[in-house]
């Protein structure tokens, strides 16, 4: 099976622009998590979809939301960026039958560079 | 809500000899608890998991470690690094019947040497 794709792997953005990171998760896979990995804060929980129904959701602000479609491909949008959204998004997929936690794949990152 | 700690930003060793990466956290709720690495330049990968069961997990790599629920500890130990094994690793928890959110520890990099 092919493992969890994310495009693009690398993106400059300037301030104020908005920005949006696809990710595909491994066929089969209905739940797909986004996370944010900086240097100062590490790796943070955006938000997890399942079913295309937000499922859990971290502390970030409305800037950053996401979306999931039928074929479990999920999309995150950040809005009006600020040189703080500066770091690696990383996207992790699983079967997620459940609510207990199934092991999840991470994909090798979007890099996001805001100028 | 969940947290990770762990204490050591960085641990270097020589190859050949034992490591311990230590993870301890903090919940008021059952948890589940993971042992994630990261090679430079990729995303992370599954290294180990305590769900129920046996306290010790063992990972196919040589990596274990021990689920302490007195000393909310998470502890991951290798009997013998490798030159290989250098890379960051992370501890995370995720509440029981919280689905796959995960709160991660600051990360532990480590350094083998030869």
């Known amino acids: 099976k092919a493992g969890v794709t994310q495009t693009p792997r690398y993106l400059i953005k300037t301030r104020g622009q908005q920005v949006t990171l696809s990710c595909s998760p491994i066929?089969?896979?209905?739940?797909v998590s986004w996370y944010q990995q900086t240097p100062g804060q590490g790796l943070q929980f955006l938000f997890e979809y399942f079913s295309e129904t937000q499922r859990n959701k971290g502390n970030f602000p409305g800037r950053f939301s996401g979306r999931q479609f039928s074929n479990s491909r999920s999309e995150m949008n950040v809005s009006t960026l600020e040189l703080g959204d500066s770091a690696l998004y990383l996207c992790?997929?699983?079967?997620?039958?459940?609510?207990?936690?199934?092991?999840?794949?991470f994909g090798p990152g979007t890099r996001l560079t805001v100028l | 809500a969940q947290s990770v700690t762990q204490l050591d930003s960085q641990v270097p060793v020589f190859e050949e000899a034992p490591v311990e990466l230590r993870c301890n956290y903090s919940s008021s709720v059952s948890v589940y608890l993971f042992w994630y690495v990261q090679y430079p330049n990729q995303g992370l990968q599954l290294l180990l998991k305590y769900l129920s069961g046996s306290t010790l997990v063992e990972s196919i790599n040589g990596f274990e470690a021990e689920f302490n629920k007195s000393q909310t500890s998470f502890h991951l130990r290798k009997p013998s690094v490798h030159i290989s094994d250098t890379a960051e690793y992370f501890c995370?928890?995720?509440?029981?019947?919280?689905?796959?959110?995960?709160?991660f520890g600051t990360g532990t990099q480590l350094k083998v040497e030869l």
């Open positions: 995370a928890v995720s509440r029981t019947g919280g689905g796959n959110k995960l709160t």
């Open positions: 066929s089969g896979h209905r739940s």
């Open positions: 992790a997929s699983s079967p997620g039958q459940g609510t207990s936690p199934s092991e999840q794949f």
